[in-house]
């Protein structure tokens, strides 16, 4: 089992950066694809970025390439998403995942967090 806890969420200006986080419970969080997926209101999840087990390949949508960063810390169990030159089309509850497998399809995913807010104004 890993339980997963975001947090970072807020208001930024257009332009502005945020850092996510999510902190992982469990010994086995090291084996872990982890991945950020993000959910604005009327339109579907959707992929963000996905990090392998050792943080050795990084994968993102064309949405937020350049832009954003996946990081991963195995020692405090915790993956980070580094968010710059935000974007208004960028407003969306964010959610971490986690899974043995590696996939950009949300359903693969065995285990999320709670999601946290972020909103971009103009």
């Known amino acids: 089992q890993v339980q997963l806890v975001e947090s970072g969420g807020g208001l930024v200006q257009a332009g502005g950066s945020l850092r996510l986080s999510c902190a992982a419970s469990g010994r086995t969080f090291s084996r872990y694809t982890m991945a950020w997926f993000r959910h604005a209101p009327g ?5 963000v970025s996905r990090i392998t087990w050792n943080g050795g390949r990084t994968y993102y949508a064309e949405s937020v390439k350049g832009r954003f960063t996946i990081s991963r810390d195995n020692a405090k169990n915790t993956v980070y998403l580094q968010m ?22 949300p359903t693969v995913y065995s285990y999320w967090g709670q999601g946290t807010q972020v909103t971009v104004s103009s």
Do not use: G, H, N, V
């Open 43 to 47: 339109k579907e999840r959707e992929f």
């Open 84 to 105: 710059d030159s935000l974007k208004p089309d960028d407003t969306a509850i964010y959610y971490c995942a986690a899974d043995q497998a590696m996939s950009e399809y």
